[in-house]
C-alpha cells in the first residue's frame, strides 16, 4: 500500500489507465495534431474522434450527442448554463432559484448575474443539506426563469430529488439545470425522465483529464443560451475555440468506462463508504455530516468534537483528504455549508471529507480509520478541548 492513501476523489480521481493511454497516443498522432475543424483527412480523422467522444459522454445521461457541448469542466458548464441561459431569456424574466449551499460555480454565477439585475432566492437546506422540492416550488415566481441544483453534493453528498424538482420547473414553465459533476457515473442520470433542460459535467471527477468538461442543453427547450465566449463557430457558437481532441477523446473514454462500471463501482464504492464509516463511528462523540441515507455512494463527511480542525490534518499526514472545506481550504475558513447545516465553527473546521474512487482499497479504507483514531486519540489525550 502506497502512503498518502488518496481519498479525496470528490476534488479529483486519478485518471484511469486506458484513458491516459488514448490520450497518450492521441497527442503523438496526425489526429492528435490536426485542427478539429480543418478540413483535411487528419482534421476529418480529429473531428470523427470529437463525435465518438461526444456519443461516449451523451450516453451516460441519456441524452443526444448533438445536445452535447465541450467546456473546459463544470465550472465553466455552470456559468455557460446558468449566466448564458438568464442572458438568453431576460425577456421572459429576471429571477432565478437556487439552494443556499451550491458549489461556488453556481453561487458565484448566480452572485455575478444578481450584478446584471437579476434577482436569486437561495432556498434553505434542512439541517441535512436536504433541499424540499416543496420550498423551491414555493420560490417559484411568475418570472422565474431558471433553477439550479446540485444532484449530489460535493462536501457532504446529500442527494437531492432533481426529478421532483424537474417535474415542477416543467409545470411551472422554468428552465432547470443540474450540477452532475459528482453524480454523473454514480448515480443514474436520464435527462428526459428527470426533467432536465441544463446538465453541467466535469471529466476529471470521473477518472478523466482536468480541464475539460461538457453541457447538456436540451434541444427542443434550452437549443442557445448567450456565450461566454466570443471567437469562431465551434461547438455551435456556444463555445467557441479550438477543441483539444486527446481531452476531449479522455473524457469520452472516461464516460464509458463509468458507464460499463454502473452496476459495479456505485455499490462496491458505497461498500467502502459504509465500512469507514463503521470503523470511524466508535470515535466517541464523532458526528456525520448530511443525511444517514441519501448520500451517493463515495462521500463521507464527518465532525469531530475536541479536537482542533488544524491540527487533525496535520496529525493525518498519512492520508489526504480534504477537511473544513475543499473550496476554503486556503483561507481557514469554516466551511460556509457545514455551517448553514448548524455546525458550530468548532466543528465545522474539526471536519473530513473522505471520497473514495475506483481504484480505492478494503486495506486503504482500514489504514485511513486506524489513523485517525489514533490522531484523534493523540490530541484529545494533548488538549482535551471543549467542543
Ligand atoms: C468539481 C466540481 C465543479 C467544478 O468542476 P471543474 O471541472 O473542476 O471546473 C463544479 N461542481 C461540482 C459539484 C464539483 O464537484
Given at each position: 500500500m502506497n502512503t498518502p492513501v488518496y481519498l479525496d476523489n470528490a476534488a479529483s480521481t486519478p485518471v484511469d489507465p486506458a484513458v491516459a493511454a488514448l490520450m497518450q497516443r492521441l497527442l503523438q498522432s496526425p489526429e492528435g495534431t490536426a485542427n478539429p475543424s480543418a478540413g483535411h483527412a487528419a482534421g476529418r480523422a480529429a473531428a470523427a474522434v470529437?463525435?465518438?467522444?461526444?456519443?461516449?459522454?451523451?450516453?451516460?445521461?441519456?441524452?443526444?450527442?448533438?445536445?452535447?457541448?465541450?467546456t473546459s469542466g463544470a465550472t465553466e458548464s455552470d456559468n455557460l448554463a446558468i449566466i448564458g441561459a438568464a442572458r438568453?431569456?431576460?425577456r421572459f424574466g429576471r429571477h432565478l432559484v437556487t439552494s443556499a449551499i451550491e458549489h461556488p460555480a453556481v453561487l458565484e454565477s448566480c452572485r455575478a448575474l444578481e450584478a446584471e439585475g437579476f434577482q436569486v432566492s437561495y432556498v434553505a437546506p434542512d439541517d441535512r443539506g436536504r433541499v424540499a422540492a416543496a420550498d423551491i416550488a414555493a420560490a417559484l415566481r411568475p418570472d422565474t426563469i431558471l433553477v439550479s441544483l446540485l444532484h449530489a453534493h460535493n462536501e457532504i453528498g446529500v442527494v437531492q430529488d432533481i426529478a421532483a424538482v424537474g417535474a415542477l420547473c416543467r409545470r411551472h414553465g422554468a428552465l432547470f439545470h443540474?450540477?452532475?459533476?459528482?453524480?454523473?457515473?454514480?448515480?443514474p442520470l436520464d435527462v428526459r425522465a428527470q426533467c432536465i433542460d441544463l446538465l453541467s459535467l466535469s471529466a476529471h471527477k470521473l477518472h478523466g483529464p482536468k480541464g475539460i468538461g461538457?453541457?447538456?442543453?436540451d434541444r427542443e427547450r434550452c437549443r442557445r443560451v448567450t456565450p461566454l465566449l466570443h471567437g469562431g463557430g465551434q461547438e455551435r457558437g456556444l463555445?467557441?475555440?479550438?477543441l483539444p481532441t486527446h481531452q476531449v477523446a479522455g473524457?469520452?473514454?472516461?464516460?464509458?468506462?463509468?458507464a460499463q462500471r454502473l452496476n459495479e463501482d456505485p455499490p462496491r464504492i458505497a461498500g467502502l463508504r459504509d465500512r469507514l464509516w463503521r470503523r470511524l463511528a466508535t470515535i466517541p462523540g464523532i458526528l456525520l455530516n448530511g443525511p444517514e441515507q441519501g448520500r451517493v455512494c463515495h462521500i463521507l463527511n464527518v465532525s469531530i468534537p475536541g479536537v482542533d480542525g488544524e491540527s487533525l490534518r496535520l496529525a493525518l499526514r498519512e492520508l489526504a483528504v480534504a477537511g473544513g472545506s475543499a473550496c476554503t481550504a486556503e483561507t481557514g475558513e469554516p466551511s460556509p455549508v457545514l455551517r448553514r447545516l448548524g455546525r458550530s465553527e468548532p466543528l465545522a473546521l474539526a471536519s473530513l471529507r473522505f471520497s473514495i474512487g475506483r481504484q480505492n482499497t478494503e486495506q486503504e479504507i482500514d489504514f485511513a480509520a486506524e489513523c485517525v483514531h489514533?490522531?484523534?486519540?493523540?490530541l484529545r489525550a494533548l488538549a482535551p478541548a471543549e467542543a
Open positions: 470529437i463525435e465518438q467522444a461526444r456519443r461516449e459522454v451523451a450516453a451516460l445521461i441519456h441524452a443526444d450527442p448533438g445536445e452535447i457541448v465541450f438568453f431569456r431576460r443540474v450540477d452532475a459533476a459528482q453524480s454523473a457515473g454514480r448515480l461538457a453541457l447538456f442543453l463555445r467557441p475555440g479550438t473524457m469520452g473514454r472516461a464516460f464509458a468506462l463509468a489514533a490522531a484523534v486519540e493523540r
